[in-house]
């Protein structure tokens, strides 16, 4: 059964940027693209280098969409679904993830 949890405040992750948070045993990377409440939520690992990196990725706007490109392999991931744009079978897990009371939330 899935369940909201508590990441962080809202304002410690700058807009345009993206963060690793620890939830459940499982890495995830938050994004928010701009400065609002809009966040994404992806697995933080990068299918193609097996490494932790994704939330150090670059955002940015592809086919009308937002993206992030991984920092190793520049792979683009969809911020809304995981979809892998280069290989869809090494597509990434996406989250739920709210701002509540100023607190972001991950459901996992």
């Known amino acids: 059964m899935s369940q909201w949890h508590p990441v962080c405040e809202l304002n410690q992750i700058l807009p345009a940027t993206g963060v690793c ?10 994004f928010r693209p701009r400065d609002d409440e809009q966040l994404y939520a992806l697995s933080n690992i990068d299918p193609f ?3 932790s ?3 150090r990725g670059l955002i940015a706007e592809h086919q009308q969409a937002l993206w992030v490109a991984s920092p190793l392999k520049k792979q683009r991931f ?5 979809f ?15 701002v509540s009371a100023g607190k972001v939330e991950i459901c996992a």
Not at 84 to 98: G, H, K, N, Q
């Open 21 to 30: 948070a620890l939830v459940k045993g499982q890495q995830i990377a938050i």
């Open 49 to 51: 280098a097996q490494a």
């Open 53 to 55: 990196v994704l939330s």
């Open 78 to 82: 969809r911020l809304s679904d995981g």
């Open 84 to 98: 892998c744009l280069e290989d869809e079978a090494r597509s990434v897990a996406s989250y739920p993830v709210r």
